[in-house]
């Protein structure tokens, strides 16, 4: 079947302005991941859902950032008032459950904040 | 197509062995490679490799690249039942960053 979608692959912004980034995990998985890869760094976790609840937001960078899923499928991470260090490439991924279950990644998302 | 494949899918061992976990790729533009240790929720980094035929370690760890055949092994001596987890490799070029599908090792005591 289909892989994890994100939308857009690639997005350009203003300081300032708000942004959301959508993830599409694969169907029946229940488990969903955010990321966000900076050049050059390693894979940073920013927040998880299992199933609609988001147990542990503590991994995300600052409170200018949220994200929610709704329906147990489609989630969305937005930043507001984006800033440059938010330049990024955001990673999502699903897996049929947490505790070591295989992620599969979507293509990601680059994120440029003028 | 850029790919990134892992092999095995999965492994069982018993305490006290030694695995090799295998990562080919084939990644346009290709600059590094990671290796990371998934066991609940997010992946723990462990190696980045962008050198060929230097070896990392970390503890009982050790990784090396060969970006001439295109793969890299991640080798784990004297396993313990704590280095039961999913093994992820990623190839990073400029763009994106491009996942296996793991390798699923359990350590049996």
């Known amino acids: 079947g289909a892989g994890v979608s994100q939308s857009p692959s690639n997005k350009v912004t203003e300081k300032g302005k708000d942004v959301e980034l959508r993830c599409d995990p694969i169907s029946g998985h229940t488990a969903l991941y955010w990321y966000r890869q900076s050049l050059g760094q390693g894979l940073e976790f920013l927040i998880y859902f299992q199933g609609n609840s988001a147990p542990d937001k503590s991994g995300l960078p600052s409170d200018r950032f949220s994200a929610e899923r709704t329906g147990g499928s489609v989630s969305t991470l937005t930043i507001q008032r984006t800033q440059q260090e938010d330049s990024a490439v955001y990673l999502c991924?699903?897996?049929?459950?947490?505790?070591?279950?295989?992620?599969?990644f979507g293509p990601g998302t680059r994120l440029t904040v003028l | 197509e850029d790919k990134v494949v892992q092999s095995p899918l999965s492994l069982v061992v018993h305490e006290g062995d030694t695995v090799t976990l295998n990562c080919s790729y084939e990644?346009?533009?290709?600059?590094?490679l990671l290796w990371y240790k998934q066991e609940k929720k997010a992946p723990t980094f462990l190696f980045m490799l962008t050198s060929s035929g230097i070896e990392k370690k970390s503890g009982r760890l050790s990784s090396i690249l060969d970006k001439k055949e295109l793969f890299s092994i991640l080798n784990i001596t004297a396993t313990q039942t704590g280095d039961s987890a999913v093994y992820l490799c990623a190839a990073y070029n400029n763009n994106d960053m491009r996942f296996g599908a793991g390798t699923r090792l359990t350590v049996k005591p």
């Open positions: 990644v346009t533009n290709f600059r590094s």
């Open positions: 991924a699903s897996s049929l459950g947490l505790a070591g279950y295989t992620q599969y």
